[in-house]
């Protein structure tokens, strides 16, 4: 059964702790992303990933880290820089040269308290 | 700057049609996509646009207008289940997506 799957679904965390939430695809697709969605706002991009051991910054990239060793997973550390860290985050992949359509996880909430 | 525009909310009648219009301003353009977002889940992809004219699918139907930067989605016969964030985005010369803010549907009985 190919999809995309983020974990876990609910994520608490407190104050100063690094977290890390999990992406993996078994869609064999080149590219990967990671977006932030707030209420009330567009999604917006951390962090892209368009072939294993590179990847590049999006428009709020400061405050989080990943890493793309292998092509089927795209993790994202939400580090203590991030100054409001509290949303839902929303892992997306996609083969690269048709229409480029993003699929996307069922993503994480994760809460700072 | 780059930008989409979209209603924040809009109020139908089951059974009834709506049309739901997106505006953008991009640096280049290689298509228009929707999303559908149910609260508390994932966007799932609903439709893609490159050239102008209308694509349908079964109920759903989108219409792009490259020259006016305007594009519309136009559900059919709605269902209680329609109810939901629709997601405009339209994609970049550098192949990235920007997202407008998204159109919360009601569905009155």
Same mark, same amino acid.
């Given at each position: 059964d190919g999809g995309i799957t983020q974990s876990p679904k609910y994520l608490f965390r407190k104050e100063g702790q690094n977290v890390t939430l999990s992406c993996e695809q078994n869609l064999n697709h080149d590219a990967m992303y990671w977006y932030r969605q707030d209420p009330g706002q567009g999604l917006r991009l951390i962090y892209y990933s368009q072939i294993v051991n590179d990847f590049q910054k999006g428009d709020i990239a400061e405050g989080y880290s990943v890493s793309r060793e292998k092509k089927e997973s795209f993790p994202l550390t939400v580090t203590s820089a991030q100054k409001n860290p509290t949303a839902f985050y929303l892992c997306a992949s996609t083969t690269l040269g048709d229409t480029d359509t993003q699929y996307f996880g069922p993503g994480t909430r994760l809460t700072v308290l | 700057?780059?930008?989409?525009?979209?209603?924040? !909310?809009? @109020?139908?009648? !089951?059974?009834?049609?709506?049309?739901?219009?997106? @505006?953008?301003q991009t640096s280049?353009?290689? $298509?228009?996509?929707?999303?559908?977002?149910? *609260? $508390? !889940? *994932?966007? @799932?992809?609903?439709s893609y646009n490159v050239l102008d004219g209308l694509e349908e699918k079964g109920r759903f139907s989108s219409f792009l207008s490259r020259s006016k930067g305007y594009s519309y989605l136009l559900l059919k016969e709605l269902q209680m289940k329609d109810s939901a964030s629709y997601l405009c985005a339209a994609m970049d010369s550098n192949y990235q997506l920007i997202w407008g803010a998204? @159109?919360?549907?009601i569905i009155k009985p």
């Open positions: - | 700057g780059q930008n989409i525009d979209q209603p924040t !909310e809009m @109020t139908a009648t !089951e059974g009834a049609i709506v049309q739901i219009n997106c @505006t953008y280049g353009f290689n $298509g228009l996509f929707w999303y559908q977002q149910h *609260a $508390g !889940e *994932a966007p @799932t992809f609903l998204g @159109t919360k549907l």
